[in-house]
């Protein structure tokens, strides 16, 4: 069964700094293309970022310059770094996978910016 986990979310202080992981159990996982979207009570599911197969990356707006994604293939593994948090990344962040009509899903992982 394809899987990704998430780990790495918890509370923050604003200005800090949190990484986020997320390990695949996919064999082709350095064929997919990976996300991390992030999703509120109060707002539709954001594409945070993206990163093709061959490390190519992309960033919404609001995240340009605070946040990096990266994947290391070998390792099966794909990180976000999150540097200068604010209260409005505060979001359940999960991890996604993408190839051709092959798409996965993370369960999720909370995170928090808050003094």
């Known amino acids: 069964q394809e899987q990704l986990t998430e780990r790495g979310g918890g509370l923050v202080q604003p200005g800090g700094s949190l990484i986020l992981s997320c390990t695949a159990s996919?064999?082709?996982?350095?064929?997919?293309?990976m996300h991390w979207y992030r999703q509120t009570s109060e707002k539709s599911r954001e594409l945070v970022a993206g990163?093709?197969?061959?490390?190519?990356?992309d960033y919404a707006d609001s995240v340009k310059g605070r946040f990096t994604i990266y994947r290391d293939n070998p390792t099966r593994m794909m990180y976000l770094q999150m540097d200068k948090l604010k209260s409005d990344d505060t979001a359940v962040y999960y991890c996604?996978?993408?190839?051709?009509?092959?798409?996965?899903w993370g369960q999720g992982t909370q995170v928090t910016v808050s003094s």
């Open positions: 990163i093709l197969s061959g490390g190519v990356a």
């Open positions: 996919t064999r082709i996982f350095r064929q997919y293309e």
């Open positions: 996604h996978a993408q190839f051709d009509a092959d798409e996965i």
